[in-house]
């Protein structure tokens, strides 16, 4: 099975943004729930955003008011706009239908730091 590709992760300070991005083959983004995890040392893998087939979107509330999912279906592509981070938002973040059907990918690291 061909894993998702997440991109777009880095270092950044306190305040700052990034933008994540997950592709993967096949029109699947557009007829699955699709989300957004992440992974930080020593935690267990939690969902943070939601994506609807429909487009309904869902956050986790520990990032309500900053974090933002969305979808290209022409790309199929999905992304994760951030804002305000903070420390603890430090992770490994992951791309995955909600069943958590796919084989997990690398994931990109976002290390939120002064």
């Known amino acids: 099975q061909v894993q998702p590709v997440e991109s777009g992760g880095g270092l950044v300070r306190p305040g700052g943004s990034l933008r994540l991005s997950c592709t993967k083959p096949?029109?699947?983004?557009?007829?699955?729930?699709m989300g957004w995890y992440r992974q930080a040392p020593g935690k267990q893998r939690e969902l943070v955003a939601a994506i609807s087939g429909g487009g309904g979107t869902n956050v986790a509330d520990s990032v309500k008011g900053r974090f933002t999912i969305s979808r290209d279906n022409a790309k199929n592509t999905l992304y994760l706009q951030m804002n305000s981070l903070k420390p603890e938002d430090t992770a490994v973040y992951y791309c995955?239908?909600?069943?958590?059907?796919?084989?997990w990918g690398q994931g990109t690291q976002v290390t939120v730091s002064s």
């Open positions: 995955n239908t909600l069943q958590r059907s796919f084989t």
């Open positions: 096949g029109n699947i983004f557009r007829i699955n729930t």
